[in-house]
């Protein structure tokens, strides 16, 4: 506290205070900081004609270049993957409704008639096929398929993208509404 008050007063100076150094002194300045024992150098070893430091630049672009790129596969990795995982819960979902409705064409063989059994049966098959179809494709193959469904009929893309989007939100909806209740 009294050093801070010492340096809060002002003092006067006299001509005594400042002593200049003599004119013969030795003055000799402080080393570099690049001879302090540093390496600054970069690691590669790539020397652009920029200098020092485009090379250094041209390092750190070259890192991110490398950690972009990491980055890339590491997403197109965890795609695949809930891609995949994607597949197998529309297969087993398409399984179960192929026999849903197989069981379902027997209760209509028995109340209206054989006739309409068959299209419920045939409705069965065509779920069964699909779901078959699914299974032997990859991911890659399916989506190779899908854009060149676009390609060919961009309007029933459309259509289908906005049936499939009316389907989940009905869908969704109606989970919440359960939840609620």
Wanted: glycine share 10%.
């Amino acid at each position: 506290m009294a050093d801070q008050q010492d340096r809060d007063t002002a003092q006067p100076i006299s001509e005594g205070d400042i002593t200049p150094p003599p004119a013969d002194a030795n003055f000799t300045p402080a080393a570099p900081l690049k001879d302090a024992g540093v390496d600054f150098s970069p690691e590669d070893g790539v020397n652009d004609d920029k200098g020092e430091a485009g090379s250094t630049v041209g390092g750190a672009k070259q890192a991110l270049r490398d950690n972009v790129a990491k980055g890339r596969e590491q997403a197109a990795d965890k795609a695949r993957l809930l891609a995949e995982d994607g597949k197998a819960k529309a297969s087993d979902a398409l399984g179960q409704l192929s026999q849903l409705l197989r069981d379902a064409a027997q209760q209509v063989d028995d109340k209206l008639g054989e006739q309409y059994g068959q299209y419920a049966r045939g409705a069965a098959d065509r779920v069964q096929g699909f779901t078959s179809a699914i299974d032997e494709k990859s991911v890659d193959d399916l989506l190779a398929d899908a854009r060149e469904l676009v390609r060919k009929s961009p309007a029933a893309a459309v259509g289908v993208a906005t049936g499939l989007g009316f389907v989940v939100a009905r869908l969704l909806s109606a989970g919440l509404d359960q939840r609620d209740a």
